[in-house]
């Protein structure tokens, strides 16, 4: 089937953005409730005290407040440590992170419509993200390619690799990208590779595949772990 030559949106800027904005709202919604029963009255209760204690040592976007006048590192790794963290980050940041990634996206799809097409074209499109953290980069790219192929009447295959630092991440990344259609019984197309890029040894021979094998490489979080001056 021949793929249109132009990636045209049908929405304004701002009716895009809203749609974006609504959808990524309901994904994550169902992907909170897979991480964590919220309709269980003692997950809430557990959820309310550690977001009373959380919000006196971490901001809203879940970072270590730098004004702390009591900086107890225990509490702090305790705090990171724990299952609500990871569901309090998806809830504060997902949402806001793909949809932003979508966006611009987009506006690359619509600057370089033969990448596109090439991808269109192979049907079989590899996507590793560095520091995936909640894989909100990955949800975002998937989704636009996929809402592209949807029109052009292709159905794209994926295969996902997020090299993160934190193997805590591992189950929380695989929970949320099986929530999206394509991979509810196929989470065997997700691998998660641990790999601190600190560190020499990080750079494993699967690591370098990953990224040499992959069309569309995300550093949205990678590149947030930097000191920006």
């Known amino acids: 089937m021949e793929i249109a030559e132009e990636i ?6 701002k009716e895009w953005v809203n749609n974006d904005d609504k959808e990524f709202c309901l994904f994550y919604y169902e992907a909170l409730k897979r991480l964590l029963d919220i309709d269980n009255r003692t997950n809430v209760s557990y959820l309310h005290r550690y977001f009373k204690i959380f919000n006196e040592y971490y901001d809203f976007w879940c970072q270590v407040k730098s004004d702390l006048e009591d900086c107890d590192n225990t509490i702090i790794n305790l705090l990171y440590d ?5 569901f309090s980050y998806v809830y504060r940041n997902a ?18 419509p033969t990448n596109i097409k090439r991808l269109m074209t192979k049907k079989l499109v590899k996507i590793c993200s560095l520091g995936g953290c ?10 636009v390619l996929e809402s592209i192929a949807l029109k052009n009447g292709i159905e794209l ?24 259609k394509q991979f509810h019984k196929a989470t065997w ?4 590779i641990h790999g601190n890029f600190s560190k020499k040894n990080a750079w494993t021979p699967e690591t370098f595949k990953a990224i040499q094998e ?6 949205i979080r990678f590149f947030s772990k930097f000191n920006h001056k």
């Open 82 to 86: 724990s299952l609500y963290f990871r």
């Open 8 to 13: 045209t949106v049908p929405l304004t800027v």
């Open 189 to 192: 197309k997700i691998t998660f």
């Open 134 to 143: 909640s894989a909100s980069d990955i949800v975002a790219v998937v989704s």
């Open 214 to 219: 992959a069309d569309i490489i995300t550093m």
């Open 157 to 180: 295959d994926f295969r996902l690799t997020i090299i993160e630092s934190d193997e805590q991440w591992k189950i929380t990344c695989i929970t949320i990208l099986s929530c999206l």
């Open 95 to 112: 949402t806001i992170l793909s949809s932003a990634v979508a966006f611009h996206f987009r506006n690359i799809c619509k600057k370089s």
